[in-house]
């Protein structure tokens, strides 16, 4: 048996003070997106936003780009793949790239890559300040 008691939640207030280095950096972060933006087919995803410890971070950035890469060279409309990142998530997505014929490029700073994304890709592009 299930005893269903209705709360009543008046007002929830969460703040975390912002400071001026904060706003500076999500200025910043805006104003690079919104000049990727303007770039001929490149595409920003944003993911959900989730609060870890202490920290807002977007959340499932890497599934809605692996569905990306698996749908876009699934119906031919890339032949090259692109992935800015280092982590293994994107593994999965790159195998079927690669099956659907598309070559896989990773641009990532060689000290902060998983190896076996190396093991994956076509070509490893190491990722620098002269890129940025």
Not at 27 to 55: A, C, M, T
Request: aromatic letters at 10%; charged letters at 30%.
């Amino acid at each position: 048996m299930f005893i269903k008691k209705h709360i009543s939640v008046k007002k929830i207030i969460f703040s975390k003070e912002q400071t001026t280095i904060d706003e500076n950096r999500y200025d910043n972060k805006e104003s690079f997106f919104n000049k990727l933006k303007l770039l001929p087919r490149f595409e920003v995803k944003y993911g959900q936003l989730q609060l870890i410890k202490g920290e807002f971070k977007q959340k499932g950035v890497d599934v809605l780009m692996s569905l990306d890469i698996v749908e876009k060279t699934f119906t031919n409309q890339v032949p090259h793949v692109i992935i800015v990142a280092g982590d293994a998530d994107f593994i999965p997505a790159i195998r079927k790239a690669k099956e659907y014929g598309a070559i896989v490029h990773l641009f990532c700073a060689k000290n902060e890559v998983n190896r076996e994304i190396l093991y994956e890709v076509d070509e490893v592009h190491n990722l620098s300040l002269t890129y940025v």
